[in-house]
């Protein structure tokens, strides 16, 4: 059998290589919807054969992924980056990335734990995008910074996020933005693929080995199904629609 889409090859890998998957399917001869809980639980179990390690070896992700993924979001969103510092609000601190004609740095948010106490919230100076929940900064942004709030799909579910946030999951990343001409939340297509399952929206990230993800259920998944763009044919998550 000769698999030609991404979606298809990622889970024949996971099937073949995937201890997490490989037990399911022998079970029940499908792949039920992976939870967060389950994930961080067996997260163990969702390493490849060929890329498990101990977790005290375990070097984590590369940076420059999660900026690529940040990146491409972005660039959804309507959001250039050439010639801007793009800041991530974040719980650790990372060394600086320089990629993309600009350079990616962490801010430290309220929760971070540091030798010094609480942190201060304190904003770049432009021009910069800042990347952050909504209400993070403390008061308004300084002259040429340019705050882009991000969202999870469970708070998408009761309040519909503005047009240029982005979608992030802190256990999957950057999976999308909501594009600013049509208001749509757009999946980056090269990353994820969504589709139905069990009555929820179940993802597959495409280019995460590990650890593994397909059918990942992100909270709030039940209350959006994946459609097409009306405006421009890629696909989309919309909110269900509730019976009259």
């Given at each position: 059998?000769?698999?030609?889409?991404?979606?298809?090859?990622?889970?024949?890998?996971?099937?073949?290589?995937?201890?997490?998957?490989r037990?399911?399917?022998?079970?029940?001869?499908?792949?039920?919807?992976?939870?967060?809980?389950?994930?961080?639980?067996?997260?163990?179990?969702?390493?490849?054969?060929?890329?498990?390690?101990?977790?005290?070896?375990?070097?984590?992700?590369?940076?420059?992924?999660?900026?690529?993924?940040?990146?491409?979001?972005?660039?959804i969103?309507?959001?250039?980056?050439?010639?801007?510092?793009?800041?991530?609000?974040?719980?650790?601190?990372?060394?600086?990335?320089?990629?993309?004609?600009?350079?990616?740095?962490?801010?430290?948010?309220?929760?971070?734990?540091?030798?010094?106490?609480?942190?201060?919230?304190?904003?770049?100076?432009?021009?910069?995008?800042?990347?952050?929940?909504?209400?993070?900064?403390?008061?308004?942004?300084?002259?040429?910074?340019?705050?882009?709030?991000?969202?999870?799909?469970?708070?998408?579910?009761?309040?519909?996020?503005?047009?240029?946030?982005?979608?992030?999951?802190?256990?999957?990343?950057?999976?999308?933005?909501?594009?600013?001409?049509?208001?749509?939340?757009?999946?980056?297509?090269?990353?994820?693929?969504?589709r139905?399952?069990?009555?929820?929206?179940?993802?597959?990230?495409?280019?995460?080995?590990?650890?593994?993800?397909?059918?990942?259920?992100?909270?709030?998944?039940?209350?959006?199904?994946?459609?097409?763009?009306?405006?421009?044919?890629?696909?989309?998550?919309?909110?269900?629609?509730?019976?009259?």
């Amino acid at each position: 059998m000769r698999l030609t889409q991404p979606y298809d090859r990622t889970v024949h890998r996971a099937l073949r290589t995937v201890p997490h998957y490989r037990e399911r399917y022998a079970a029940t001869g499908t792949l039920p919807p992976l939870t967060r809980d389950e994930a961080r639980l067996r997260r163990h179990l969702l390493m490849p054969l060929d890329a498990a390690l101990l977790p005290r070896r375990d070097p984590g992700r590369p940076p420059r992924d999660h900026v690529a993924e940040l990146r491409e979001a972005l660039r959804i969103a309507g959001h250039p980056v050439r010639g801007v510092d793009v800041y991530e609000v974040a719980r650790a601190l990372r060394d600086p990335v320089r990629a993309y004609g600009t350079t990616w740095r962490v801010l430290l948010d309220a929760t971070a734990e540091t030798d010094g106490g609480p942190t201060r919230r304190a904003l770049p100076e432009g021009p910069a995008l800042v990347v952050g929940d909504p209400g993070w900064a403390d008061g308004p942004y300084p002259d040429g910074v340019v705050g882009v709030a991000r969202f999870g799909l469970a708070a998408a579910a009761v309040a519909p996020p503005a047009p240029g946030s982005l979608w992030y999951e802190p256990w999957l990343g950057y999976l999308g933005a909501v594009a600013p001409d049509c208001g749509e939340l757009h999946l980056d297509t090269a990353r994820v693929h969504a589709r139905a399952l069990d009555g929820s929206t179940v993802l597959t990230l495409l280019r995460r080995r590990r650890p593994t993800f397909v059918h990942a259920e992100p909270e709030g998944g039940g209350a959006f199904r994946p459609e097409r763009c009306p405006r421009h044919g890629g696909p989309v998550l919309r909110p269900v629609r509730s019976p009259r």
